[in-house]
């Protein structure tokens, strides 16, 4: 059994490393663990004394939406030498610490499992120098626990590590901002991105920004590249696009082997075509400020993990890393860990770019070939012309529907189908109202905000049907692909109750789930939802920089419908002490037993709570209810505010995860539809993310999943996260009346 345990973060510092310290700390001493803090890696686990700390509940508080790590990071000599970790072990031992959690990149990983199978021989040599007289028993074994943190994305075991999420969107918010500046000089953009060995932030970046050109270390590159490269930049030049963006990741390289540095890529393209290059190398900015929401999520769930599995280990050390597949936290060896992740940058030091691929996975060559495709200069099959495939984007606008478009769009036309925009959702298809899109004017919609075909909610009625069937023979529309939310679900529904009455609208369908408010069946993720959370994030961020010299609690009420999806992740990612669930409801007792919580914390105290409240948690406990309950339990303790969010959080520019899940949709979506209408097929598919993985199922799987009369599905997978959430922010640990911790 595990008594006492330490964090510790090394190497290279990823966004998000906090979140991980802090749910490490706070489920430790939730479990009755002794928790120590290791400033700087190893280093400071080898420097010993003041460096190997014990933490507290408070200490780790305020620390989420800090960028870097609080404990600090580095690079150790000394660890690499086995002098160097029998003082580790020393340090270790002092303190009867039996249990190290690291997070790291590979090579912190690989410190962590020498660490653990030196450990008895170290212990040995400790007892003979007489160290160990007269203290506790040592340890017979020292278990670790890995965390992946590396904004580089190259680590096997899990499918995301800490920080590249956050990593991608300053990267793709980077090549927006280019793209306007390129746009009004006719420039070309030269973007580098970090990854020596992975190319996977230049690969996304390049899918989310809409880059011209990608250069990645996994790809080998014939030896003539550059006039490839160089002639698609002037044929984009010679049909208008205003911009040229090509991105490169650090670790691109030459078919000899050689890297491909920046400055030449501007020369080639300067020298060749005579044409204004600009060069920007991203540098440390892809590792800098606060972290995303779903990087603070994904750390705090793997801390939590790391800390259960360390409890419930048995005799057998542990040295394992935790990580995230499919959405779901997996276990694998420190070894194989560290042996696959090295396994690539092997390969590719050998010249042997396939198997490297192979190892980066299916998804990574996917998308490499879509980001082929959508650099394209023109569609590489002629459009038949035998009708066309309409799209809609149905009821709220979400941010990622238009990415969703343009590139469903552009799989489509190169496939050889024409396609069509419905302006207004339904409403398009009862009046006739289209809107052409072509395909060079399709790569600027990939980033752009809301839907630029419109959205309109609108039930349609058996007149309504009537009128869409008449629409879809009139203008030929052989295929419909419907990218919205619930009530787009429905109105699909409406119309394939009437295929057997109107010929017309027995035609295949594809639905795509966006909606900010995640609650669709099939589908753990809706594009949108990472935007508004991360909206929401940022914004209760904002609120808590106000604590000052006035105790508040601030009520804050966010979207969602009927699913807490928002309120919950957004309580997980920013700290708020409280969610109000849709899904559980508000009562009488909870609100009692939330305003003592509420008045001990001030009292200890406390400077700032923040309570979430779902829009639909509750019919007679509204936002407004709940504030005036506190604000009269106050006493003079605190003051209460009321933040209604509302639509600033469907607003900006999609979020990187967003326009990543948008373009998987949207390319699955044409693929789909195409091969439906090669085989004459008249199905209604619908898309779902579940984890990483894309799956297609058929409408009646789909509504099987639905819980109708609550508006949501079934199953939500993130309420598994609620006690996680509350146990982290609760307000009790935070200093007891008598002074205790
Ligand atoms: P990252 O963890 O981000 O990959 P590094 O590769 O620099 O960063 O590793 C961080 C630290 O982990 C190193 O400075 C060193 O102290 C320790 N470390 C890395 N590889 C080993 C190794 N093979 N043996 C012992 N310690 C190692």
Redesign the pocket.
């Known amino acids: 059994m595990v008594r006492s345990l330490a964090v510790m973060t ?3 510092d990823a966004p998000g490393m906090n979140a991980g310290i802090r749910a490490v700390v706070r489920r430790a001493l939730d479990c009755g663990l002794k928790v120590y803090g290791i400033e700087n ?3 400071g686990l080898v420097a010993g004394s003041g460096s190997v700390r014990p933490l507290g509940w408070s200490d780790v508080g305020g620390i989420l939406p800090r960028g870097g790590t609080f404990l600090g990071t ?4 000394r ?2 030498t086995r002098e160097g ?1 029998l003082l580790a072990v020393k340090n270790l031992v002092a303190q009867g610490i039996d249990a190290l959690v690291v997070i ?8 962590a499992h ?1 660490l653990a199978e030196e450990w008895p021989s170290h212990v040995e040599a400790l007892q003979k120098e007489g160290f160990l007289n007269g203290a506790a028993e040592a340890p017979t074994a020292l278990h670790v626990m890995g965390l992946p943190g ?1 904004i580089d994305n190259d680590l096997y075991g899990t499918d995301m590590s800490i920080g590249v999420d956050t990593a991608l969107n300053h990267i793709v918010h980077a090549i927006d901002d280019l793209t306007s500046t390129a746009a009004s000089h006719q420039r070309t953009f030269v973007v580098e991105t970090m990854g020596r060995h992975c190319g996977y932030l230049a690969l996304m970046g390049a899918l989310g920004g809409g880059a011209s050109w990608v250069l990645v270390p996994e790809e080998e590159l014939d030896l003539r590249w550059h006039q490839k490269m160089t002639r698609a930049i002037e044929k984009a030049r010679a049909i208008g696009r205003p911009h040229q963006m090509v991105v490169v990741a650090e670790g691109a390289r030459h078919p000899d082997g050689l890297p491909i540095r920046t400055e030449e890529l501007k020369k080639i393209l300067a020298e060749r075509l005579g044409i204004d290059v600009r060069v920007t190398v991203l540098g440390h900015v892809q590792r800098g400020g606060a972290p995303s929401a779903f990087d603070r999520i994904l750390a705090t769930r793997l801390g939590v993990a790391a800390v259960d599995a360390l409890v419930q280990a048995g005799d057998e050390p542990l040295r394992h890393m935790v990580g995230l597949q499919k959405n779901r936290v997996v276990l694998t060896p420190l070894m194989e860990v560290v042996e696959k992740s090295q396994a690539v940058g092997k390969q590719i030091d050998q010249g042997f770019y396939q198997e490297a691929q192979k190892l980066r996975g299916e998804g990574f060559i996917r998308t490499l070939d879509l980001i082929k495709t959508l650099t394209r200069i023109e569609p590489a099959a002629a459009t038949h012309t035998d009708g066309v495939v309409g799209l809609l984007t149905g009821g709220a606008d979400a941010p990622g529907m238009n990415t969703a478009v343009s590139i469903a769009a552009r799989c489509l036309m190169n496939e050889g189908f024409s396609v069509v925009g419905v302006r207004d959702a339904f409403m398009g298809l009862i009046r006739g109202e289209f809107m052409p899109l072509e395909w060079n004017e399709l790569t600027s919609w990939v980033n752009r905000p809301s839907s630029d075909l419109g959205t309109m909610r609108h039930e349609l009625t058996a007149e309504d049907v009537e009128r869409v069937a008449e629409t879809i023979e009139k203008h030929q529309i052989r295929g419909l692909i419907a990218i919205g939310g619930l009530g787009t679900y429905q109105n699909v529904v409406r119309l394939s109750e009437k295929a057997g009455e109107f010929r017309a609208l027995n035609i295949p369908m594809v639905l795509v789930p966006a909606t900010i408010d995640n609650n669709l069946p099939g589908t753990e993720f809706t594009i949108g939802c990472d935007t508004a959370l991360n909206n929401i994030v940022q914004a209760l961020d904002k609120i808590r920089h106000t604590a000052g010299a006035t105790k508040r609690t601030f009520v804050v009420e966010v979207m969602g419908r009927q699913s807490g999806f928002l309120a919950l992740m957004a309580a997980l990612a920013s700290g708020a002490e409280k969610a109000y669930l849709p899904e559980k409801g508000i009562t009488l007792a909870e609100l009692n037993e939330d305003v003592a919580a509420l008045r001990e914390s001030f009292q200890c105290g406390k400077r700032m709570v923040i309570y979430l409240r779902n829009e639909n948690a509750s019919r007679h406990y509204t936002t407004d209810f709940i504030s005036r309950l506190l604000e009269e339990e106050s006493h003079g303790l605190y003051q209460v505010r009321t933040a209604i969010l509302g639509h600033l959080q469907r607003g900006g520019v999609p979020s990187a995860f967003d326009r990543i899940l948008a373009s998987r949709m949207g390319s699955v979506a044409a693929r789909e539809m195409s091969a439906m209408l090669r085989r004459d097929q008249r199905e209604i598919l619908v898309l779902g993310q579940r984890g990483r993985g894309l799956e297609v199922f058929t409408l009646s799987q789909i509504l099987q999943e639905m819980d109708m009369k609550e508006g949501r599905p079934k199953h939500q997978w993130f309420l598994e996260l609620v006690a996680t959430a509350e146990a982290l922010a609760k307000h009790a640990p935070v200093c007891r009346l008598d002074g205790t911790e």
Do not use: V, W
């Not at 580095?74 to 000599?77: D, I, V």
């Not at 790291?104 to 410190?111: N, P």
């Open positions: 090394s190497g290279g890696g190893y280093e580095a690079r150790s000599e660890f690499r970790r790291g990149g590979d090579g912190s990983l690989m410190g020498i590396s």
